[in-house]
């Protein structure tokens, strides 16, 4: 073969040896880079402090002598109605009544309370009571309720050895959820909710893009776990969607005496 034409073949088998060899270098390092970042990443932790954490500090919360927590907002404490109004626009004050025993009375006929303050996310505490005189059955039997945003109902009923239907007795989400189990005390007793209640999410054009979602314990029973609240709790129909900001709490007149003490509410 002329000696003219192997020389070029000779030239690119070098060059492309030489390529080669420079790739599988790179290779190389970049193999032996990343076998070292994974060999750090996995290496044992031998200190403790090495994770512990001390910033940001929790913020200190005390308790009085009812056990309300220091960073709460007290709506009702028995000494006035001052937190609340009525929903009828005719009427300026709430209402119900304020009995000695520092909790208040439903009065029959005089319409809903709601708070003065508007609320969103919250973790909110509420003590009630059904009436002892013991009248009616099923939905009949003391009957009200606490609206969320005054929107969406967690049911207030006396649920103790009344049967009802399921998505209507207490701590229902009204006919939406039905509780997880029935743990109301007997009529002369206190109930106890505990509420947890993130509200729910709207776009620009007023589309919900993320439901509301509720956690309640009845008297320390987990009865709603991260509940979806599908949208207002109708009694007649299927839930409805009006896009919102924050919004009160309103307790319900169903004609019956039910009583509350003890609200407080801590903003989330």
Known sequence: MNRNRILPFLAAG?????????????????????????????????????TEVWEPEPAVVSFNDKGVPSDAIVLFDGENLDAWESTKESVVNAPWQINQDGSMTVVGGTGDIQTKESFGDMQLHIEWQAPQVIEGEGQGRGNSGIFLQGLYEVQVLNSYENRTYSNGQATAIYKQSIPLANATKPTEQ?????????QPEFDADG???????????HNGVLVQDNTEIKGTTEYIGKPKNPAHGEGPIKLQDHGNPVSFRNIWLRKL
Do not use: G, R
């Not at 070098?14 to 076998?35: G, I, P, R, Y």
């Not at 206190?190 to 993130?198: A, G, K, P």
């Open 14 to 50: 070098m060059l492309f040896s030489c390529n080669e060899s420079a790739e599988k270098k790179n290779d190389e390092v970049t193999t032996t880079t990343e076998d070292t970042t994974t060999a750090a990443a996995e290496a044992p932790i031998t200190d403790p402090e090495a």
């Open 207 to 217: 589309t919900k893009t993320k439901s509301a979602t509720v956690t309640v314990l």
């Open 190 to 198: 206190w109930q106890t909710y505990d509420i947890i209640y993130h």
